[in-house]
């Protein structure tokens, strides 16, 4: 009962000292999972009418809202000015939105791949890239929120 107990208090111990990477990755799947269903939501409905470029472009839309109040409130439990953070949080994720919106038409045109594919390699991209850009600009030196749950 005692070494359950005494891993217990080492697995919690570690949760402790990696709680922002732990939250990051999952407010960070929750908002690819989002991303991702608002996506083919939306190419499944207008990929007849609008070009895939127009339609990931909506998708990001919405998702980057839902993707900046996560991080902010959960993750970073940031302080700092919300609308300064969102311009912040745009300049990480509009470069890679922007080469997306390339690729996407281009892998469609040249591989086998479907938007559906291409979209979901793309999400892996994007939440490792997105969590060094958030971490280290976004909401760095931004002052942090306090812990109710006693933890810093």
């Keep these: 009962m005692r ?6 208090d080492g697995a919690l111990k570690a949760m402790r000292a990696h709680r922002e990477k732990l939250l990051y ?7 690819s999972l989002f991303q991702y269903a608002s996506f083919s939501l939306l190419y499944y409905l207008l990929h007849g009418v609008l ?3 127009v339609i990931l472009f909506l998708s990001y839309a919405l998702s ?10 959960i993750v970073f439990r940031s302080n700092g000015h919300p609308v300064f953070e969102y311009l912040k949080f745009q300049l990480v994720y509009v470069p890679l939105l922007a080469i997306n919106m390339i690729l996407l038409p281009l892998l469609l045109a040249y591989t086998p791949l479907n938007a559906y594919v291409v979209q979901a390699l793309f999400a892996v ?7 060094f850009g958030n971490k280290y600009f976004t909401f760095r030196g931004t002052g942090r929120a306090p812990d109710t749950m006693g933890r810093s």
């Design 125 to 131: 991209l994007s939440v490792v890239l997105g969590y």
């Design 25 to 31: 990755l999952v407010v960070g799947g929750w908002n």
């Design 64 to 73: 980057s809202i839902n993707g900046f109040l996560g991080f902010r409130l």
């Design 3 to 8: 070494e359950f107990l005494a891993m217990v």
């Design 51 to 53: 070009f895939s470029s």
